[in-house]
């Protein structure tokens, strides 16, 4: 399996929703990344776990909760975002180290109404 | 503030032709060099990574890389159509404090039929 999932492809959320962005692998990698990508740029970095432990923080606001339960899944966390929320979120492994690369899901395409 | 430049184009070439991208970064500590390629909406795909100075191929695909300029670049051979796509290049850094792919803001290439 070489693959990176991400659930679900879409989703539109009110102001005041919560809702959870799922990631899984199955390569045994041991790093997990969500990115941010927003039109016409490039992805941006959120959070890094390393080993199921947050290793950077992006200055994410509070509103991005994420949580990594084991080694192949990565969750993020909505709560209260705002219409410039809106994005591709994306999740990616790699090897322990990343200077593999990474290895990107498909993405959730996230709208905030 | 580490930063990756790249033209951001759209560079448009003639089918078969040779497409030049290029970048330069400015983190001396990063080591490893990777280019993924997106298409309109899709998530990045990594097509090449390099390590060290010189070339590296891979079928149609060439990576250079001049540490000492910190200079990488990606020349595709025989550019078709289906190559066209944003190419964005990612230098990972082996900074203890940020350990994570920094992406350029891509280059779009338009391959012409």
């Known amino acids: 399996d070489t693959e990176v999932t991400q659930t679900p492809k879409h989703l539109v959320m009110g102001m005041t929703n919560k809702k959870s962005l799922k990631c899984e692998q199955h390569m045994g990698h041991r790093a997990m990344y969500w990115y941010k990508q927003k039109a016409k740029k490039p992805p941006e970095l959120m959070f890094v776990?390393?080993?199921?432990?947050?290793?950077i923080n992006e200055s994410v606001p509070s509103r991005f909760s994420p949580e990594c339960p084991n080694s192949s899944l990565l969750n993020l966390h909505l709560h209260a975002l705002q219409p410039e929320d809106s994005a591709l979120y994306l999740c990616a492994s790699s090897r322990q180290g990343g200077d593999y690369g990474y290895t990107f899901g498909s993405g959730t395409r996230l709208t905030v109404v | 503030q580490k930063e990756v430049e790249q033209n951001s184009g759209p560079l448009s070439v003639p089918e078969g032709a040779i497409a030049s991208l290029n970048c330069t970064y400015s983190d001396r500590g990063s080591q490893s060099f990777f280019w993924y390629r997106q298409y309109s909406g899709k998530s990045p795909e990594l097509i090449m990574s390099?390590?060290?100075?010189g070339d590296k191929e891979d079928g149609r695909f060439t990576a250079q890389l001049n540490k000492a300029s910190q200079y990488v670049s990606l020349l595709i051979r025989d550019s078709q159509p289906s190559d066209s796509a944003t190419y964005l290049c990612?230098?990972?850094?082996?900074?203890?404090?940020?350990?994570?792919?920094?992406f350029g803001s891509g280059t779009r290439l338009q391959v012409q039929p």
């Open positions: 390099i390590y060290s100075n």
């Open positions: 776990y390393s080993y199921e432990k947050l290793s």
């Open positions: 990612a230098p990972y850094s082996m900074d203890t404090g940020r350990r994570a792919l920094t």
